[in-house]
T-cell receptor, first 112, second 112 residues
Framework: GENVEQHPSTLSVQEGDSAVIKCTYS??????FPWYKQELGKRPQLIID?????GEKKDQRIAVTLNKTAKHFSLHITETQPEDSAVYFCAASPGGYSTLTFGKGTMLLVSP | NAGVTQTPKFQVLKTGQSMTLQCAQDMNHNSMYWYRQDPGMGLRLIYYSASEGTTDKGEVPNGYNVSRLNKREFSLRLESAAPSQTSVYFC???????????FGPGTRLTVL
């Protein structure tokens, strides 16, 4: 089955800095890669996703890049703000009715 | 449009007791999922239902059973609770081809 590794497990940055979280996956059939944000005590919510027919996708301050050859994808957050503090999860799936496999999460702390 | 709802929000059980966690979605999604979330372990899939009338085991199914009651509802049952089942349980739903999973608010379960 699919295996998703996520690094780092914790990340501390100063407000205004950039943050990068990296994930690797094992199943070459995976073609859907979402990122979820989970604030303390809340449910995970999708913030951005990428499918294997593109290499990069941006949405305001967040972007995701995908390297299918190397089987890794990354989340980039620019101009971080204290409200970006949360746990971020990457996931991978072959799509269709296949399930998502999640990474173990990255706790991002943005200090004012 | 409530999205995905779960009951109860909190529950304390004694070892050996049984209980059912309820989940419902109003988005007309075919697929529904049950996850457990433990510190440092990410989201692990317990069971899923790709469509009404089907259920399949996920990564950590032991000690649990599920019922897909109809298209809207998917319940998770603990027949004889154990302290190792202390966790936060999330239900989610999705639909092809988008595959975005929408999560419920979670149930925090403690087994003494």
């Amino acid at each position: 089955g699919e295996n998703v590794e996520q690094h780092p497990s914790t990340l501390s940055v100063q407000e205004g800095d950039s943050a990068v979280i990296k994930c690797t996956y094992s199943d070459s059939a995976s073609n859907y890669f979402p990122w979820y944000k989970q604030e303390l005590g809340k449910r995970p919510q999708l913030i951005i996703d990428i499918r294997s027919n593109v290499g990069e996708k941006k949405d305001q301050r967040i972007a995701v890049t995908l390297n299918k050859t190397a089987k890794h994808f990354s989340l980039h957050i620019t101009e971080t703000q204290p409200e970006d503090s949360a746990v971020y999860f990457c996931a991978a799936s072959p799509g269709g009715y296949s399930t998502l496999t999640f990474g173990k999460g990255t706790m991002l702390l943005v200090s004012p | 449009n409530a999205g995905v709802t779960q009951t109860p929000k909190f529950q304390v059980l004694k070892t050996g007791q049984s209980m059912t966690l309820q989940c419902a979605q109003d988005m007309n999604h075919n697929s529904m999922y049950w996850y457990r979330q433990d510190p440092g372990m990410g989201l692990r899939l317990i069971y899923y239902s790709a469509s009404e009338g089907t259920t399949d085991k996920g990564e950590v199914p032991n000690g649990y059973n599920v019922s897909r009651l109809n298209k809207r509802e998917f319940s998770l049952r603990l027949e004889s609770a154990a302290p190792s089942q202390t966790s936060v349980y999330f239900c989610a739903s999705s639909e092809v081809p988008d595959n975005t999973q929408y999560f419920g608010p979670g149930t925090r379960l403690t087994v003494l």
